[in-house]
Protein backbone atom coordinates (compact mmCIF):
# COMPACT_ATOMS: atom_id res chain seq x y z
CA UNK A 1 0.00 0.00 0.00
CA UNK A 2 1.18 3.43 -0.26
CA UNK A 3 1.48 5.87 2.30
CA UNK A 4 0.33 9.05 2.99
CA UNK A 5 1.90 11.86 5.43
CA UNK A 6 2.01 10.77 8.71
CA UNK A 7 2.23 7.24 7.57
CA UNK A 8 -1.46 6.99 7.95
CA UNK A 9 -2.68 4.25 4.28
CA UNK A 10 -4.38 5.33 1.60
CA UNK A 11 -6.70 2.43 0.27
CA UNK A 12 -6.02 0.93 -3.38
CA UNK A 13 -8.07 -0.10 -5.82
CA UNK A 14 -10.84 -1.06 -3.66
CA UNK A 15 -10.90 2.07 -2.16
CA UNK A 16 -10.94 4.36 -5.56
CA UNK A 17 -14.29 2.12 -6.40
CA UNK A 18 -15.60 2.67 -2.90
CA UNK A 19 -14.96 6.48 -3.41
CA UNK A 20 -16.51 6.93 -7.06
CA UNK A 21 -20.32 7.55 -5.32
CA UNK A 22 -22.08 10.93 -6.27
CA UNK A 23 -21.85 14.15 -4.39
CA UNK A 24 -25.20 15.59 -3.92
CA UNK A 25 -27.47 18.13 -6.42
CA UNK A 26 -25.86 18.79 -9.43
CA UNK A 27 -22.23 17.84 -8.42
CA UNK A 28 -23.67 14.19 -9.03
CA UNK A 29 -20.88 11.67 -10.69
CA UNK A 30 -18.53 14.73 -11.89
CA UNK A 31 -16.06 13.69 -9.24
CA UNK A 32 -13.15 11.01 -9.25
CA UNK A 33 -12.51 10.18 -5.63
CA UNK A 34 -9.88 8.29 -3.82
CA UNK A 35 -10.33 8.11 -0.04
CA UNK A 36 -7.26 8.09 2.36
CA UNK A 37 -8.08 5.49 5.04
CA UNK A 38 -6.37 5.56 7.95
CA UNK A 39 -5.44 2.66 10.59
CA UNK A 40 -8.56 3.12 13.33
CA UNK A 41 -6.32 1.96 16.24
CA UNK A 42 -3.56 3.79 15.22
CA UNK A 43 -5.05 6.65 14.93
CA UNK A 44 -7.17 5.91 18.49
CA UNK A 45 -4.10 5.63 20.25
CA UNK A 46 -2.46 9.39 18.80
CA UNK A 47 -5.78 11.45 19.35
CA UNK A 48 -7.38 9.65 22.18
CA UNK A 49 -5.45 11.57 24.74
CA UNK A 50 -5.90 14.81 23.51
CA UNK A 51 -8.54 16.02 25.77
CA UNK A 52 -5.98 15.04 28.59
CA UNK A 53 -3.78 16.99 27.48
CA UNK A 54 -5.77 19.70 26.79
CA UNK A 55 -6.73 20.09 30.04
CA UNK A 56 -3.18 19.21 31.25
CA UNK A 57 -1.90 22.56 29.12
CA UNK A 58 -4.68 24.61 30.98
CA UNK A 59 -3.76 23.37 34.22
CA UNK A 60 -0.17 23.90 33.87
CA UNK A 61 -1.06 27.62 32.62
CA UNK A 62 -2.84 27.89 36.23
CA UNK A 63 -0.60 26.50 38.46
CA UNK A 64 2.61 28.26 36.72
CA UNK A 65 1.33 31.49 36.89
CA UNK A 66 2.85 33.40 39.46
CA UNK A 67 1.45 37.07 38.96
CA UNK A 68 -2.33 34.83 38.74
CA UNK A 69 -1.24 33.40 42.46
CA UNK A 70 -0.05 36.65 43.58
CA UNK A 71 -3.71 37.89 42.23
CA UNK A 72 -5.41 35.11 43.70
CA UNK A 73 -3.86 35.52 47.04
CA UNK A 74 -4.30 39.32 47.02
CA UNK A 75 -8.32 39.09 46.76
CA UNK A 76 -8.61 36.66 49.58
CA UNK A 77 -6.91 39.04 51.95
CA UNK A 78 -8.84 41.51 50.81
CA UNK A 79 -11.98 39.54 50.89
CA UNK A 80 -11.51 38.23 54.25
CA UNK A 81 -10.81 41.44 55.94
CA UNK A 82 -13.82 42.87 54.81
CA UNK A 83 -15.67 39.84 55.73
CA UNK A 84 -18.24 40.68 58.97
CA UNK A 85 -17.33 38.05 61.78
CA UNK A 86 -17.41 38.10 65.44
CA UNK A 87 -14.13 39.77 65.43
CA UNK A 88 -15.30 42.46 63.48
CA UNK A 89 -17.78 44.63 62.66
CA UNK A 90 -18.71 46.29 59.24
CA UNK A 91 -17.40 49.74 59.21
CA UNK A 92 -19.71 52.67 59.93
CA UNK A 93 -22.19 54.07 56.71
CA UNK A 94 -20.92 50.64 54.22
CA UNK A 95 -23.02 49.01 52.42
CA UNK A 96 -23.49 45.45 52.79
CA UNK A 97 -23.58 42.45 50.85
CA UNK A 98 -24.28 38.42 51.52
CA UNK A 99 -22.57 35.62 49.52
CA UNK A 100 -22.59 32.19 50.90
CA UNK A 101 -24.43 33.23 54.11
CA UNK A 102 -21.28 35.45 55.01
CA UNK A 103 -21.97 39.49 55.34
CA UNK A 104 -19.12 41.48 53.07
CA UNK A 105 -18.55 45.63 52.69
CA UNK A 106 -19.67 46.40 49.46
CA UNK A 107 -17.28 48.79 49.15
CA UNK A 108 -15.87 49.29 45.17
CA UNK A 109 -12.55 48.19 45.75
CA UNK A 110 -13.73 44.41 46.86
CA UNK A 111 -16.45 44.22 43.83
CA UNK A 112 -13.84 44.99 41.29
CA UNK A 113 -11.37 42.63 43.14
CA UNK A 114 -13.84 40.13 42.47
CA UNK A 115 -15.04 40.78 39.14
CA UNK A 116 -11.31 40.96 38.00
CA UNK A 117 -10.46 37.57 39.70
CA UNK A 118 -13.64 35.52 37.92
CA UNK A 119 -12.83 37.12 34.94
CA UNK A 120 -8.76 36.29 34.99
CA UNK A 121 -9.76 33.28 36.18
CA UNK A 122 -12.58 32.64 33.47
CA UNK A 123 -9.50 33.65 30.62
CA UNK A 124 -7.13 30.50 32.43
CA UNK A 125 -10.03 27.99 32.09
CA UNK A 126 -10.94 29.27 28.49
CA UNK A 127 -14.49 29.54 27.04
CA UNK A 128 -15.40 25.10 27.54
CA UNK A 129 -14.51 24.81 31.42
CA UNK A 130 -14.46 28.91 32.58
CA UNK A 131 -18.38 30.08 33.08
CA UNK A 132 -18.63 33.50 35.43
CA UNK A 133 -21.29 32.63 37.62
CA UNK A 134 -20.18 29.04 38.67
CA UNK A 135 -16.48 30.85 39.26
CA UNK A 136 -18.12 33.91 40.99
CA UNK A 137 -19.81 31.34 42.87
CA UNK A 138 -16.50 29.53 43.70
CA UNK A 139 -14.83 32.18 44.86
CA UNK A 140 -17.15 33.50 47.72
CA UNK A 141 -17.60 29.76 48.80
CA UNK A 142 -13.84 29.49 49.10
CA UNK A 143 -13.46 32.47 51.07
CA UNK A 144 -15.96 31.23 53.54
CA UNK A 145 -13.96 28.03 54.19
CA UNK A 146 -11.21 30.09 54.62
CA UNK A 147 -12.78 31.87 57.32
CA UNK A 148 -14.35 28.74 58.71
CA UNK A 149 -10.63 27.31 58.98
CA UNK A 150 -9.42 30.77 60.20
CA UNK A 151 -6.54 29.88 56.84
CA UNK A 152 -4.27 32.32 55.81
CA UNK A 153 -5.11 33.69 52.14
CA UNK A 154 -2.20 32.34 50.93
CA UNK A 155 -3.72 29.08 51.47
CA UNK A 156 -7.35 29.97 49.93
CA UNK A 157 -5.46 30.94 46.96
CA UNK A 158 -3.71 27.60 46.72
CA UNK A 159 -7.13 25.77 47.22
CA UNK A 160 -9.35 28.17 45.19
CA UNK A 161 -6.62 27.55 42.07
CA UNK A 162 -6.84 23.58 43.25
CA UNK A 163 -10.40 23.78 42.35
CA UNK A 164 -9.92 25.87 38.91
CA UNK A 165 -7.81 22.54 38.07
CA UNK A 166 -10.56 20.15 38.82
CA UNK A 167 -12.96 21.87 36.76
CA UNK A 168 -10.44 20.72 33.77
CA UNK A 169 -11.44 17.22 34.94
CA UNK A 170 -15.23 17.42 34.79
CA UNK A 171 -16.56 14.87 32.70
CA UNK A 172 -20.89 14.69 31.71
CA UNK A 173 -22.94 12.27 29.91
CA UNK A 174 -25.43 14.11 28.23
CA UNK A 175 -28.58 12.18 27.69
CA UNK A 176 -31.60 13.79 25.07
CA UNK A 177 -34.28 13.14 23.08
CA UNK A 178 -33.24 12.05 19.23
CA UNK A 179 -35.70 13.49 16.87
CA UNK A 180 -33.64 13.61 13.24
CA UNK A 181 -32.42 9.84 13.26
CA UNK A 182 -34.15 6.37 13.57
CA UNK A 183 -32.84 3.12 13.74
CA UNK A 184 -34.63 0.95 11.92
CA UNK A 185 -32.25 -1.80 11.80
CA UNK A 186 -33.98 -5.46 13.67
CA UNK A 187 -30.43 -6.17 14.68
CA UNK A 188 -28.78 -3.05 16.12
CA UNK A 189 -30.46 -0.72 18.30
CA UNK A 190 -27.14 1.25 19.30
CA UNK A 191 -24.87 3.10 17.11
CA UNK A 192 -21.53 4.96 17.98
CA UNK A 193 -20.56 7.84 15.83
CA UNK A 194 -17.20 8.45 17.04
CA UNK A 195 -15.48 8.09 20.75
CA UNK A 196 -17.67 10.96 22.25
CA UNK A 197 -21.37 10.63 20.39
CA UNK A 198 -23.73 7.81 20.37
CA UNK A 199 -27.77 6.80 18.98
CA UNK A 200 -29.70 4.73 21.31
CA UNK A 201 -33.05 3.18 20.40
CA UNK A 202 -34.34 3.02 23.86
CA UNK A 203 -35.89 -0.15 24.88
CA UNK A 204 -36.33 -1.59 28.38
CA UNK A 205 -33.61 -4.08 27.47
CA UNK A 206 -31.66 -0.82 27.10
CA UNK A 207 -31.90 1.53 29.76
CA UNK A 208 -29.04 0.29 31.91
CA UNK A 209 -27.09 0.74 28.90
CA UNK A 210 -28.13 3.91 28.20
CA UNK A 211 -27.63 4.91 31.90
CA UNK A 212 -24.68 2.96 32.49
CA UNK A 213 -26.56 0.83 35.29
CA UNK A 214 -26.59 3.94 37.63
CA UNK A 215 -30.43 3.28 37.91
CA UNK A 216 -31.04 3.32 41.86
CA UNK A 217 -34.49 2.08 43.87
CA UNK A 218 -35.24 5.82 43.72
CA UNK A 219 -35.38 6.09 40.70
CA UNK A 220 -37.75 4.37 37.88
CA UNK A 221 -37.55 5.16 34.23
CA UNK A 222 -39.47 4.19 31.28
CA UNK A 223 -39.55 4.85 27.60
CA UNK A 224 -42.47 6.85 27.29
CA UNK A 225 -43.10 9.54 23.54
CA UNK A 226 -41.20 12.50 25.35
CA UNK A 227 -38.82 13.42 28.26
CA UNK A 228 -41.31 13.57 31.06
CA UNK A 229 -40.46 14.28 34.61
CA UNK A 230 -43.18 12.88 37.62
CA UNK A 231 -42.73 14.07 40.96
CA UNK A 232 -43.70 10.75 42.71
CA UNK A 233 -41.69 8.63 44.96
CA UNK A 234 -39.72 6.98 43.92
CA UNK A 235 -39.04 9.41 41.22
CA UNK A 236 -40.16 8.15 37.83
CA UNK A 237 -39.21 9.46 34.27
CA UNK A 238 -39.80 9.22 31.11
CA UNK A 239 -37.68 9.19 28.05
CA UNK A 240 -38.18 9.38 23.84
CA UNK A 241 -37.71 5.95 22.11
CA UNK A 242 -34.32 7.42 20.43
CA UNK A 243 -31.93 9.59 22.13
CA UNK A 244 -28.56 11.20 21.89
CA UNK A 245 -25.75 10.18 24.23
CA UNK A 246 -23.19 12.60 24.29
CA UNK A 247 -19.92 12.34 26.04
CA UNK A 248 -18.99 15.59 27.50
CA UNK A 249 -15.98 18.03 29.25
CA UNK A 250 -17.12 21.40 29.92
CA UNK A 251 -18.38 23.72 32.82
CA UNK A 252 -21.87 22.51 34.03
CA UNK A 253 -23.31 25.67 33.32
CA UNK A 254 -21.79 25.11 29.19
CA UNK A 255 -22.67 21.23 29.24
CA UNK A 256 -26.16 21.46 27.51
CA UNK A 257 -24.32 24.02 24.64
CA UNK A 258 -21.46 21.75 24.21
CA UNK A 259 -23.45 18.80 23.93
CA UNK A 260 -25.83 20.09 21.01
CA UNK A 261 -22.29 20.93 19.31
CA UNK A 262 -20.97 17.49 19.29
CA UNK A 263 -24.11 16.38 18.35
CA UNK A 264 -24.25 18.91 15.21
CA UNK A 265 -20.92 18.06 14.11
CA UNK A 266 -21.96 14.42 14.25
CA UNK A 267 -25.09 14.96 12.01
CA UNK A 268 -23.32 16.47 9.38
CA UNK A 269 -20.63 13.60 9.41
CA UNK A 270 -23.13 11.26 9.14
CA UNK A 271 -25.12 13.03 6.16
CA UNK A 272 -21.96 13.75 3.87
CA UNK A 273 -19.71 10.40 4.86
CA UNK A 274 -22.89 8.53 4.13
CA UNK A 275 -24.64 10.71 1.71
CA UNK A 276 -25.91 7.61 -0.93
CA UNK A 277 -26.61 5.43 1.79
CA UNK A 278 -28.87 7.74 4.30
CA UNK A 279 -30.72 8.89 0.74
CA UNK A 280 -31.35 5.69 -0.22
CA UNK A 281 -32.45 4.10 3.44
CA UNK A 282 -34.84 7.23 4.43
CA UNK A 283 -36.23 7.08 1.23
CA UNK A 284 -38.75 10.67 1.06
CA UNK A 285 -38.09 11.43 4.54
CA UNK A 286 -34.51 12.54 3.37
CA UNK A 287 -33.53 16.07 3.90
CA UNK A 288 -33.44 17.53 0.36
CA UNK A 289 -32.00 20.30 -0.67
CA UNK A 290 -33.49 23.85 0.32
CA UNK A 291 -35.28 22.04 3.32
CA UNK A 292 -34.94 22.81 6.83
CA UNK A 293 -33.47 20.43 8.71
CA UNK A 294 -35.00 19.69 12.34
CA UNK A 295 -33.00 20.55 15.39
CA UNK A 296 -32.08 17.18 16.43
CA UNK A 297 -32.67 17.35 20.26
CA UNK A 298 -36.15 19.57 20.05
CA UNK A 299 -39.71 17.23 19.03
CA UNK A 300 -41.23 18.67 15.97
CA UNK A 301 -44.65 19.91 15.30
CA UNK A 302 -46.73 17.59 13.00
CA UNK A 303 -48.91 20.80 11.88
CA UNK A 304 -48.11 24.28 11.03
CA UNK A 305 -49.23 26.84 13.81
CA UNK A 306 -49.64 29.95 11.71
CA UNK A 307 -52.64 30.94 8.97
CA UNK A 308 -52.51 33.55 6.38
CA UNK A 309 -55.14 35.58 4.55
CA UNK A 310 -55.49 37.03 1.02
CA UNK A 311 -58.72 39.65 -0.16
CA UNK A 312 -60.26 36.38 -1.05
CA UNK A 313 -59.93 33.62 1.51
CA UNK A 314 -57.53 32.65 4.68
CA UNK A 315 -55.25 29.93 4.17
CA UNK A 316 -54.62 27.34 6.98
CA UNK A 317 -51.25 25.47 7.48
CA UNK A 318 -51.26 21.41 6.64
CA UNK A 319 -49.96 18.91 8.75
CA UNK A 320 -46.88 17.69 7.40
CA UNK A 321 -43.31 15.25 8.50
CA UNK A 322 -40.82 16.41 9.42
CA UNK A 323 -37.83 14.89 7.36
CA UNK A 324 -35.23 12.57 9.12
CA UNK A 325 -32.49 10.29 8.80
CA UNK A 326 -33.27 6.60 8.55
CA UNK A 327 -30.45 3.85 10.10
CA UNK A 328 -30.30 0.67 8.24
CA UNK A 329 -28.46 -1.94 8.48
CA UNK A 330 -26.34 -0.57 5.32
CA UNK A 331 -25.92 2.93 6.45
CA UNK A 332 -25.03 1.22 10.65
CA UNK A 333 -22.53 -0.80 8.53
CA UNK A 334 -20.60 2.22 7.11
CA UNK A 335 -20.99 4.42 10.26
CA UNK A 336 -19.28 1.18 11.98
CA UNK A 337 -16.80 0.78 9.19
CA UNK A 338 -12.99 1.03 9.86
CA UNK A 339 -12.63 3.84 7.39
CA UNK A 340 -15.53 5.93 9.01
CA UNK A 341 -14.18 5.18 12.81
CA UNK A 342 -11.10 6.24 11.76
CA UNK A 343 -12.57 9.36 10.20
CA UNK A 344 -15.07 10.02 13.26
CA UNK A 345 -12.30 9.69 15.69
CA UNK A 346 -10.27 12.25 13.65
CA UNK A 347 -13.04 14.36 13.80
CA UNK A 348 -13.74 14.64 17.52
CA UNK A 349 -10.34 13.81 19.25
CA UNK A 350 -8.07 16.08 16.24
CA UNK A 351 -4.11 16.02 16.54
CA UNK A 352 -3.61 19.95 17.26
CA UNK A 353 -3.28 21.78 13.83
CA UNK A 354 -4.57 19.12 12.08
CA UNK A 355 -6.82 19.40 9.29
CA UNK A 356 -9.61 17.25 10.88
CA UNK A 357 -9.20 20.05 13.58
CA UNK A 358 -10.92 22.38 10.98
CA UNK A 359 -12.89 20.00 9.45
CA UNK A 360 -14.91 19.61 12.61
CA UNK A 361 -15.02 22.84 13.29
CA UNK A 362 -17.32 23.59 9.70
CA UNK A 363 -19.16 20.13 10.04
CA UNK A 364 -21.46 21.52 12.67
CA UNK A 365 -21.56 24.97 11.34
CA UNK A 366 -23.14 23.60 8.26
CA UNK A 367 -25.59 21.69 10.36
CA UNK A 368 -26.53 24.96 11.83
CA UNK A 369 -26.79 26.43 8.48
CA UNK A 370 -29.00 23.84 7.33
CA UNK A 371 -31.62 24.50 10.15
CA UNK A 372 -32.01 27.82 9.49
CA UNK A 373 -35.03 28.93 8.41
CA UNK A 374 -34.13 32.55 7.35
CA UNK A 375 -31.89 32.41 4.41
CA UNK A 376 -29.86 35.13 5.28
CA UNK A 377 -28.89 33.89 8.42
CA UNK A 378 -27.90 29.83 6.27
CA UNK A 379 -26.08 31.45 4.06
CA UNK A 380 -24.00 33.24 7.10
CA UNK A 381 -23.55 29.73 8.59
CA UNK A 382 -22.88 27.85 4.71
CA UNK A 383 -19.80 30.47 4.53
CA UNK A 384 -18.67 30.21 8.29
CA UNK A 385 -18.16 26.18 7.26
CA UNK A 386 -16.26 27.33 4.69
CA UNK A 387 -14.31 29.82 5.48
CA UNK A 388 -13.42 27.00 8.41
CA UNK A 389 -11.70 24.75 6.37
CA UNK A 390 -10.45 26.83 3.86
CA UNK A 391 -9.06 30.31 5.11
CA UNK A 392 -5.28 30.49 5.50
CA UNK A 393 -3.55 31.19 8.43
CA UNK A 394 -1.29 33.53 6.38
CA UNK A 395 -3.44 37.36 7.61
CA UNK A 396 -1.86 39.01 4.69
CA UNK A 397 -3.58 37.15 2.10
CA UNK A 398 -6.66 37.65 0.19
CA UNK A 399 -9.68 35.70 1.88
CA UNK A 400 -12.25 35.63 -0.78
CA UNK A 401 -9.49 34.88 -3.64
CA UNK A 402 -7.64 32.40 -1.75
CA UNK A 403 -11.01 30.49 -0.95
CA UNK A 404 -12.51 30.65 -4.00
CA UNK A 405 -9.42 29.19 -5.58
CA UNK A 406 -9.11 26.54 -3.17
CA UNK A 407 -12.62 25.19 -3.31
CA UNK A 408 -11.95 25.29 -7.30
CA UNK A 409 -8.58 22.87 -7.02
CA UNK A 410 -11.58 20.67 -4.64
CA UNK A 411 -14.15 20.69 -6.99
CA UNK A 412 -12.11 20.65 -10.02
CA UNK A 413 -9.26 19.26 -11.85
CA UNK A 414 -10.12 21.09 -15.11
CA UNK A 415 -9.27 24.15 -15.52
CA UNK A 416 -12.13 25.07 -17.64
CA UNK A 417 -14.39 24.28 -14.82
CA UNK A 418 -11.59 25.90 -11.70
CA UNK A 419 -12.56 29.14 -12.90
CA UNK A 420 -16.56 28.74 -13.00
CA UNK A 421 -16.58 27.01 -9.64
CA UNK A 422 -14.40 30.39 -8.71
CA UNK A 423 -16.50 32.54 -10.07
CA UNK A 424 -19.60 30.77 -8.69
CA UNK A 425 -17.83 31.14 -5.12
CA UNK A 426 -16.94 34.57 -5.62
CA UNK A 427 -20.33 35.72 -6.51
CA UNK A 428 -21.63 34.03 -3.93
CA UNK A 429 -19.56 35.45 -1.00
CA UNK A 430 -21.20 38.89 -2.51
CA UNK A 431 -24.20 37.63 -0.82
CA UNK A 432 -22.43 36.94 2.45
CA UNK A 433 -20.84 39.97 2.52
CA UNK A 434 -24.04 41.91 1.97
CA UNK A 435 -25.36 40.18 5.34
CA UNK A 436 -22.48 40.62 6.94
CA UNK A 437 -21.22 44.56 5.99
CA UNK A 438 -24.52 45.64 5.21
CA UNK A 439 -27.01 44.09 7.48
CA UNK A 440 -29.00 43.06 3.87
CA UNK A 441 -31.45 40.18 3.95
CA UNK A 442 -32.14 40.32 0.10
CA UNK A 443 -30.29 36.61 -0.11
CA UNK A 444 -32.46 34.13 -2.91
CA UNK A 445 -33.13 30.44 -2.33
CA UNK A 446 -31.28 29.94 -5.67
CA UNK A 447 -28.01 31.23 -3.80
CA UNK A 448 -28.85 29.57 -0.81
CA UNK A 449 -28.97 26.62 -2.39
CA UNK A 450 -26.18 26.38 -4.45
CA UNK A 451 -24.12 27.58 -1.40
CA UNK A 452 -24.62 24.89 0.43
CA UNK A 453 -24.69 21.93 -2.63
CA UNK A 454 -21.03 23.88 -3.37
CA UNK A 455 -20.01 23.45 0.34
CA UNK A 456 -21.41 20.07 1.29
CA UNK A 457 -19.56 18.55 -1.95
CA UNK A 458 -16.19 20.46 -0.91
CA UNK A 459 -16.16 18.48 2.64
CA UNK A 460 -17.72 15.19 0.98
CA UNK A 461 -14.72 15.71 -1.30
CA UNK A 462 -11.86 15.97 1.36
CA UNK A 463 -13.94 13.53 3.81
CA UNK A 464 -12.83 11.06 0.92
CA UNK A 465 -9.87 12.19 -0.54
CA UNK A 466 -7.26 13.73 1.91
CA UNK A 467 -5.84 12.11 5.76
CA UNK A 468 -7.22 14.36 7.99
CA UNK A 469 -4.77 13.17 10.47
CA UNK A 470 -1.82 15.55 8.19
CA UNK A 471 -1.10 19.45 9.39
CA UNK A 472 -3.75 22.26 8.31
CA UNK A 473 -0.81 23.84 6.83
CA UNK A 474 0.31 20.58 4.40
CA UNK A 475 -3.20 20.55 3.11
CA UNK A 476 -3.07 24.46 2.54
CA UNK A 477 0.43 23.72 0.62
CA UNK A 478 -1.12 21.46 -1.50
CA UNK A 479 -4.29 23.01 -2.28
CA UNK A 480 -1.56 25.77 -3.22
CA UNK A 481 0.29 24.27 -5.36
CA UNK A 482 -2.72 22.92 -7.20
CA UNK A 483 -3.49 26.18 -8.30
CA UNK A 484 -0.70 26.43 -10.69
CA UNK A 485 -2.80 23.81 -12.75
CA UNK A 486 -1.48 20.36 -10.85
CA UNK A 487 -4.36 17.93 -10.04
CA UNK A 488 -5.84 17.75 -6.14
CA UNK A 489 -5.37 15.49 -4.67
CA UNK A 490 -1.78 14.87 -6.43
CA UNK A 491 -2.33 11.25 -6.95
CA UNK A 492 -6.05 11.94 -8.05
CA UNK A 493 -6.07 11.59 -12.66
CA UNK A 494 -9.97 12.26 -11.71
CA UNK A 495 -11.08 14.85 -14.40
CA UNK A 496 -14.30 17.12 -14.09
CA UNK A 497 -15.83 17.54 -16.81
CA UNK A 498 -16.37 21.58 -17.87
CA UNK A 499 -19.55 21.77 -18.61
CA UNK A 500 -21.41 19.84 -15.31
CA UNK A 501 -19.44 22.44 -13.22
CA UNK A 502 -20.43 25.43 -15.85
CA UNK A 503 -24.16 24.01 -14.73
CA UNK A 504 -23.18 24.26 -11.31
CA UNK A 505 -21.26 27.57 -11.70
CA UNK A 506 -24.56 28.96 -13.14
CA UNK A 507 -26.91 28.08 -10.13
CA UNK A 508 -28.29 25.03 -11.82
CA UNK A 509 -28.22 23.22 -8.86
CA UNK A 510 -29.72 25.55 -7.02
CA UNK A 511 -33.27 26.70 -6.90
CA UNK A 512 -36.22 28.10 -4.82
CA UNK A 513 -38.56 25.36 -5.80
CA UNK A 514 -38.07 21.92 -3.94
CA UNK A 515 -35.22 19.54 -5.39
CA UNK A 516 -35.99 15.94 -6.11
Same mark, same amino acid.
Given at each position: ?????????????????????????????? /???????? !???? &?????????????????? +?????????????????????????????????????????????????????????????????????????????????????? %? &??????????????????? %??????????????? =????????????????????????????????????????????????????????????? /?????? !????????????????????? &?????? !?????????????? +??????????????????????? !?????????? *?????????????????? @?????? @???????????????????????????????????????????????????????????????????? =?????? =????????????????????? +??????????????????????? /???????????????????????? *????????????????????????????
Amino acid at each position: MKKAPNDIPVGGDADRHRCNRALPGSVAGI /CGLKLAVG !DADE &MSKKSKNKAAVTAETIVN +GITSDANFKAQCTQFFALAMNRAYTAERRPRQGAGLFIMNSVIYDADDELLNAAKTLVIASVSKLGPKFGNADELNTLIWSQNKQG %L &MTDAAPADVAKDYIEALTE %LTRREYTYVCGNYLF =VIVSRSTRRVKIGPLVEIVANGDTYLADVFDEKIGPGLDITVGGDYVRHGKSPKELSIPPT /CWKVSV !DAAQAHLKEEAEWLIDVAVSL &MRLSQF !DALQTASHGFFLRL +GKVEPMPCVRQDLESRHLFMTEE !DIFAGAMTMP *PSYHLDDTVIAGLHSPEF @VATAEA @VFRPPPGSLAERLGHGLGWLTRGRQSEDRAQRILFCFTALEALLTSDDKTAPVVQNIARSAAVILSND =VAGRAE =VAKNIRDLYAFRSGVVHGGKR +GVTGVSVNTAQMLIESIYIRVLR /CVPLTQTFQKFQDDLGRATYGLPW *PANDEAKIPGAEVAALATGAGGSDQEQP
